[in-house]
C-alpha cells in the first residue's frame, strides 16, 4: 500500500496559478501509474490528469483541463505534482492524489487504489 500525502491547496484568484504536491511512501511508488481527481461539493468525484510509471511518461487530461494543467512526477523523490494554471472558479474543489494499481496512466477512477485525504482549492471570481 502506498500512502499519501497531498499539498499546495489554498485560496487564489480566478486567472492565477497553484501547484499541487503528493508525497508518497513505500518502495513501490516508481512502478505505480498517479492520477489527480477532483471532487467539488454535491458532485462526484471526476478525473483530472494521471501520468504513467515514468518520469516524463505519458499522461492523460480532462478536456476541462487540457492545456491549462500539467501532472508531473519526480521518482527520486516520490513525488507527483500538478502544475495549475489560468484556474477558473469552476476549479474549486478538493483535490486528491491517487496510485494506481498498474504502470498505466489511467483515466478510471476505479483503477486507482490508493489515495491521498485530499487538499481544497479554491478559485473566487
Known amino acids: 500500500q502506498v500512502q499519501l500525502v497531498e499539498s499546495g491547496g489554498g485560496l487564489v484568484q480566478a486567472g492565477g496559478s497553484l501547484r499541487l504536491s503528493c508525497a508518497a511512501s513505500g518502495r513501490t511508488f516508481s512502478n505505480k501509474g498517479m492520477g489527480w481527481f477532483r471532487q467539488a461539493p454535491g458532485k462526484e468525484r471526476e478525473f483530472v490528469a494521471a501520468?504513467?510509471?515514468?518520469?516524463?511518461?505519458?499522461?492523460a487530461y480532462a478536456d476541462s483541463v487540457k492545456g491549462r494543467f500539467t501532472i508531473s512526477r519526480d521518482n527520486a523523490k516520490n513525488t507527483v505534482y500538478l502544475q495549475m494554471n489560468s484556474l477558473k472558479p469552476e476549479d474549486t474543489a478538493v483535490y486528491y492524489c491517487a496510485a494506481g494499481r498498474t504502470i498505466v496512466a489511467s483515466t478510471n477512477l476505479g483503477d486507482f487504489g490508493s489515495w491521498g485525504q485530499g487538499t481544497q482549492v479554491t478559485v473566487s471570481s
Open positions: 501520468i504513467s510509471w515514468r518520469s516524463g511518461g505519458s499522461t
